[in-house]
């Protein structure tokens, strides 16, 4: 029963959606591993300077293309979690698009007409950055919540523990500081 044709399919059958799990977990958890780090990089330096976004900022998505396929083997809990996650990359992606073309068009207004577009513009680059600061620490904790379940599933033989659980602190000492942060703005206020 096991040997020939008839094997070589119950075999596949068996160890083909695990593999395919396997290698869309590991594939996935690289990539989130990656986006996280660019997340607290860029977390630390908005501190410096709040009004700013730099132009050349971009989470990325080749793993996510690369596993599109095998999404589908991954458990459905995950999977949510996993959409809501790369749905928040493209979001601040898509910010940092729409903040560098709002500054470029109100960097080329004339300076003495077009006052009243500046203004407009102003508060568009405002808002704009305020929604990728907020969609950035969302991002952050998504992150530190999947982390942990794609090990799991994509951590292979020599499971990188030691970099999630690394990975994990510096997104709880960064809301710490965060806190912290809006706890002396809020005594000086």
């Given amino acids: 029963m096991l040997s020939g044709a008839g094997g070589s399919a119950l075999l596949e059958l068996y160890y083909k959606p695990k593999r395919d799990r396997w290698r869309a977990a590991a594939l ?10 660019l997340a607290l990089l860029q977390a630390a330096t908005r501190f410096e300077d709040p009004k700013k976004l730099p132009a050349d900022f971009s989470f990325s998505l080749m793993a996510w293309d690369a596993v599109a396929q095998r999404l589908s083997e991954l458990p459905p809990d995950l999977l949510k979690r996993i959409l809501l996650l790369y749905n928040r990359y493209r979001a601040c992606n898509h910010a940092v698009v729409l903040h560098a073309k709002a500054l470029d068009e109100r960097t080329s207004l004339p300076p003495k007409n077009g006052e009243e577009r500046r203004k407009q513009l102003t508060v568009f680059i405002n808002g704009t950055i305020e929604v990728f600061d907020t969609t950035l620490d969302n991002t952050l904790e998504d992150a530190r919540d999947v982390l942990p ?40 206020a």
């Fill in 28 to 37: 996935l958890l690289s990539e989130v591993l990656l986006n996280t780090e």
């Fill in 149 to 188: 379940l794609l090990l799991n599933l994509g951590g292979g033989r020599r499971r990188p523990r030691e970099a999630v659980e690394t990975y994990r602190l510096r997104v709880e000492q960064y809301f710490g500081e965060r806190d912290r942060r809006r706890q002396m703005l809020e005594r000086t």
